[in-house]
């Protein structure tokens, strides 16, 4: 049976959120930090205010009662453009770090992964959040490990254009080491690299274990670096057949760096409904509203170069229909492709919304695809 550490930081002491991977299915919803998550009018006005803290703390709290693992809260720091901003896409959102806080005080076992730019950030600010977060979770918050990739964005800080994505990388890895050292409460860190310095002794809280590290890379240099460093690979191909490819690729990886691979999590776009032919109704009728201005196409750019995609760079896997239906999609995917973990990116995230996968789950969970999360004390 597997047991977990006291964590001094929660109220009474509870038991810190274990490290474990049995093997069965994870699930995990892509938060919505602005009102909508793709350049859709008519989507964003089907979504609650994403600055309306209530909101947020509903949604952490139904993705808990339907048993979900954890949320990965995305962050930017500028709007692609005005008419982004209009309709409510990419702006206006809360930063990844302070939304955390008050999900991860609202619910007391799901996983909250907050991104941080590791070019924005000095790795001592990083190490000293994910001390202080790790420390209020009782090891529930994570990092998504982002270099940055948008010039109008890193124009912000100063920067006239980015480092190609090698160079970040290699920043990325330097952070980490650092990170790494400050943690160790028993030295003093004394680091000297081409991206990076760092003399001295942070003060406490000091994380018992890493926190979780999560990527999201579609490049071979990038799943190199997941592979060495993280817990969880965030995916998103256009198809659920490249999977497999991605896997190899995946293990390859970590194998070279001695280490076990991390686990996959794909984005997958999610709509259910009682009835049957409804929600793919909806769906689509949803997706073809994504907007052809600006917002659109600088989108299209964007996500294209993200997701090494440009051929169809707003193509994600879905699952729609009743929740009979997308459990039976989720059973093929897992038996055809090795599908083993799944961020859902709903059109319209609610709590309610959120609270249409609870019959999902306890299908999957009956067909032995997954474990309920509190009989496996809530890993990650």
């Not at 896997?247 to 280490?259: I, L, N, Q």
């Amino acid at each position: 049976m597997m047991t977990g550490t006291e964590f001094p930081g929660a109220e009474g002491g509870s038991v810190r959120k274990p490290k474990c991977w049995d093997g069965s299915m994870r699930f995990g919803i892509f938060w919505p930090g602005t009102r909508t998550k793709l350049p859709s009018a008519r989507i964003a006005e089907l979504n609650p205010d994403p600055l309306n803290l209530e909101n947020h703390l509903s949604l952490a709290r139904a993705c808990e009662d339907v048993s979900l693992d954890l949320v990965l809260l995305g962050d930017g720091y500028a709007p692609s453009s005005e008419e982004g901003t209009r309709i409510g896409f990419q702006d206006p959102g809360l930063h990844a770090l302070v939304l955390a806080a008050p999900i991860i005080l609202a619910t007391r076992h799901l996983g909250v992964i907050s991104t941080l730019h590791t070019t924005f950030f000095h790795p001592a600010h990083i190490a000293r959040f994910a001390a202080n977060m790790d420390w209020m979770s009782g090891g529930r918050w994570g990092w998504n490990i982002v270099n940055g990739y948008r010039d109008y964005e890193a124009s912000l800080f100063g920067f006239e254009t980015l480092p190609d994505s090698a160079a970040l990388y290699d920043a990325a890895a330097e952070a980490i080491a650092v990170m790494e050292s400050l943690w160790d409460a028993s030295s003093r860190t004394a680091y000297a690299g081409r991206h990076y310095r760092s003399n001295g002794k942070m003060k406490g809280p000091y994380p018992p274990e890493r926190p979780v590290f999560v990527c999201a890379a579609a490049s071979d240099r990038g799943r190199k670096f997941t592979a060495t460093y993280c817990d969880y690979l965030f995916a998103s191909p256009t198809e659920l057949s490249a999977l497999p490819d991605i896997k190899r690729d995946v293990v390859r990886h970590a194998c070279e760096a001695g280490r076990q691979a991390p686990e996959i999590l794909v984005v997958v776009d999610l709509h259910i409904r009682d009835q049957q032919g409804e929600a793919k109704l909806m769906f689509d009728d949803l997706m073809a509203s994504m907007e052809t201005n600006e917002a659109g196409r600088k989108w299209s750019g964007q996500i294209g170069r993200l997701r090494n995609e440009q051929k169809n760079p707003f193509k994600f896997p879905a699952f729609v229909g009743t929740p009979e239906e997308v459990a039976e999609q989720i059973i093929a995917a897992h038996k055809q492709w090795g599908l083993n973990g799944v961020l859902f990116r709903p059109l319209i995230c609610s709590a309610g919304e959120v609270r249409r996968l609870a019959p999902v789950m306890q299908i999957l969970e009956r067909a032995g695809v997954r474990k309920n999360p509190k009989a496996r004390n809530y890993s990650w």
